[in-house]
T-cell receptor, first 114, second 113 residues
Framework: DVKVTQSSRYLVKRTGEKVFLECVQD?????MFWYRQDPGLGLRLIYF???????EKGDIPEGYSVSREKKERFSLILESASTNQTSMYLC?????????????FGPGTRLTVT | AQTVTQSQPEMSVQEAETVTLSCTYD???????LFWYKQPPSRQMILVIR??????QNATENRFSVNFQKAAKSFSLKISDSQLGDAAMYFC??????????FGTGTRLLVSP
């Protein structure tokens, strides 16, 4: 079974702090994704990566950056956390085309910025 | 831009009954995939069912089936013999370029005994 893990289930940070959210997958997937989930808005793509050191902006990249130094690990960085970044963050991974584009999700990190 | 619309924020069903969740999408692509994902209260999102647009036959997975109407750009999920464990948020999604998915806003399904 594919397993996607996230470093924390719950996180509380103060405004202005630098925040790191870590995601690790164990199935050698090329693609990795970071989403933000808010009630009534569904899942919105922040950034994705299709290879090591490669990244592409999603729909809402402002205030975020990412890092992918190893194939299995994809980090989301909030350079200076703000209260409007309080949300649920979901990481996902997938194989390249040919596998139906199915994405496998981690359990999520509930981030609260005070 | 591709969009996915789920017009039912919440649906209710009784155990053993059937419920249908609606989804419409907008794309100019001719070949694509559509998905239904389930997110139980524990928050781990899992794939329920997948449909390839070039396949005429509707996908089925046990009690879950879809009604895929390509011309109408409609992709509804039918859950038969509903169980308490079916209670969750359900998201409809469509793939876009670079293996990305576009998600709808979700439908919360409540299941009562």
């Amino acid at each position: 079974d594919v397993k996607v893990t996230q470093s924390s289930r719950y996180l509380v940070k103060r405004t202005g702090e630098k925040v790191f959210l870590e995601c690790v997958q164990d199935m050698d997937h090329e693609n990795m994704f970071w989403y933000r989930q808010d009630p009534g808005l569904g899942l919105r793509l922040i950034y994705f990566s299709y290879d090591v050191k490669m990244k592409e902006k999603g729909d809402i990249p402002e205030g975020y950056s990412v890092s992918r130094e190893k194939k299995e690990r994809f980090s989301l960085i909030l350079e200076s956390a703000s209260t409007n970044q309080t949300s649920m963050y979901l990481c996902a991974s997938s194989l390249s085309p040919g596998a139906g584009y199915e994405q496998y999700f981690g359990p999520g990190t509930r981030l609260t910025v005070t | 831009a591709q969009t996915v619309t789920q017009s039912q924020p919440e649906m209710s069903v009784q155990e053993a009954e059937t419920v249908t969740l609606s989804c419409t999408y907008d794309t100019s692509e001719s070949d694509y995939y559509l998905f239904w994902y389930k997110q139980p209260p524990s928050r781990q999102m899992i794939l329920v069912i997948r449909q390839e647009a070039y396949k005429q036959q509707n996908a089925t997975e046990n009690r879950f089936s879809v009604n895929f109407q390509k011309a109408a750009k409609s992709f509804s999920l039918k859950i038969s013999d509903s169980q308490l464990g079916d209670a969750a948020m359900y998201f409809c999604a469509q793939n876009t370029g670079f293996q990305k998915l576009v998600f709808g806003t979700g439908t919360r399904l409540l299941v009562s005994p």
